[in-house]
């Protein structure tokens, strides 16, 4: 049972558009999401984060926005760059001490400049 | 600069011959964990070690076991490899008091 679902197993933007990359979750027990990124040949690298009592974080060029009661968080990267272009898994987190995080298969993103 | 390092970078075994994957951290974080990922899969979490105390996730094979003989060092055994082990493990670190984990560049099994 999948519990956080990536369904587009790819996506690609122009250079300088906004990416969009999309992630559902079935247990209303996560409380804690997270997106990582990961190049060929490497390991994930955290991107961002946001918490259940917000419903929006953002870094740079990089917002996640969370709506709980779709159970629905989605990563807006603007504007795009070709350095984007890598897998991105999101994540989450039951609840506050567990240390398990659940991912999804992640969204492969391709930048074309 | 700290990091996780994950040795070696691809490992190939055959079938039912014991293999040992290798990871450590100069990050000095309490936590340390393994993940498999296979192809086009999500990472699953085998077990994790905060400090010396070993948490093993219910639907880990008894195949896999996990050594942790220091803060910066921590194995992953693999008794008796089947075809089906054949995958991408990850190892990953974190403070312990945050929900951010940091991974290696993984290690890629091949079973013959």
């Known amino acids: 049972d999948q519990q956080v679902k990536q369904n587009s197993p790819s996506l690609s933007v122009q250079e300088g558009r906004i990416s969009i990359l999309n992630c559902d979750y079935t247990?209303?027990?996560?409380?804690?999401f997270l997106w990582y990124k990961k190049y060929p040949a490497e390991g994930p690298t955290f991107l961002i984060s946001?918490?259940?009592?917000?419903d929006k974080n953002e870094d740079g060029r990089f917002t996640v926005f969370l709506n709980k009661s779709a159970k629905h968080l989605s990563l807006h990267i603007v504007p795009s760059q070709p350095g984007d272009s890598a897998v991105y898994f999101c994540?989450?987190?039951?609840?506050?001490?567990?240390?398990?995080?659940?991912f999804g298969k992640g969204t492969k993103l391709s930048v074309i400049p | 600069d700290a990091m996780v390092i994950q040795n070696p970078r691809y490992q190939v075994t055959q079938f039912g011959k014991p293999v040992t994957l290798s990871c450590s951290q100069t990050?000095?974080?309490?936590?340390m964990y393994w993940y498999q990922q296979k192809s086009s899969q999500a990472p699953k979490l085998l077990f994790h070690?905060?400090?010396?105390?070993?948490?093993n996730e219910a639907d880990t094979p008894d195949n896999f076991q996990s050594r942790r003989p220091n803060t910066s060092f921590c194995f992953l055994d693999i008794r008796s490899p089947g075809l089906g082990d054949a995958a991408m493990y990850l190892c990953?670190?974190?403070?312990?008091?945050?929900?951010?984990?940091?991974f290696g560049p993984g290690t890629r099994l091949t079973v013959l």
């Open positions: 990953a670190t974190s403070p312990g008091d945050t929900d951010t984990q940091y």
């Open positions: 247990n209303s027990m996560f409380d804690y």
């Open positions: 946001i918490s259940s009592i917000k």
């Open positions: 994540a989450a987190r039951k609840r506050a001490g567990s240390y398990q995080l659940t």
């Open positions: 990050l000095n974080h309490n936590v």
């Open positions: 070690y905060y400090d010396k105390d070993f948490n």
